[in-house]
């Protein structure tokens, strides 16, 4: 982009392939655990879930909030998780994974990494992503909500009445 040009963007792309980002966030520090794999099956998520077993102390219990995509319901992972104790499922509501804090990560990834590049390789890309959580965990920022429940329920109550007959 050149100073006083508008961005434009073309009306296709030429895909190079893809590539499956699974990541966890310590709510707490901000810190990312994540890893990839070139396919998203029931056998990624588990070396997932083992990563995340090494990585974190053995007397912590591990909180995994996931949307309901089958992979994670498997019967695969769901032997893994009668095997470890520690590990805590959480399902969000179907269309609500905005609720994920997760999802900021990938939005931050998306919007400083992924929006306006060009990776010529799935290779190219899988290192940029490892690239981009390794400088993530050198100066991690927690999300912070800034509104409480009763807020954000009194919004939508709002935003409903505002809606309501309006023919949607």
């Not at 083992?50 to 102390?57: H, N, S």
């Not at 807020?151 to 409903?160: K, T």
Request: with cysteine; charged share 25%; net charge positive.
């Amino acid at each position: 982009m050149l100073p006083g040009t508008p961005e434009r963007r073309a009306h296709d792309y030429v895909r190079h392939g893809t590539t499956s980002l699974f990541a966890a966030l310590n709510v707490a520090d901000g810190t990312v655990i994540s890893s990839i794999h070139r396919r998203h099956r029931a056998v990624e998520f588990k070396k997932f879930l083992v990563k995340i077993d090494k990585t974190i102390p053995e007397g912590l219990d591990v909180h995994v909030i996931c949307d309901n995509y089958r992979t994670h319901k498997h019967p695969t992972i769901q032997s893994w998780l009668g095997k470890h104790l520690r590990f805590h499922m959480h399902f969000t509501p179907t269309y609500s994974s905005w609720l994920n804090q997760v999802e900021r990560v990938f939005a931050e990834v998306t919007r400083e990494l992924l929006q306006r590049s060009d990776h010529r390789s799935v290779q190219a890309l899988e290192k940029d992503l490892r690239d981009w959580v390794k400088a993530w965990n050198e100066d991690p920022k927690p999300f912070i909500w800034t509104k409480t429940a009763e807020e954000i329920l009194e919004s939508i109550a709002r935003y409903l009445q505002r809606i309501n007959g309006a023919g949607h």
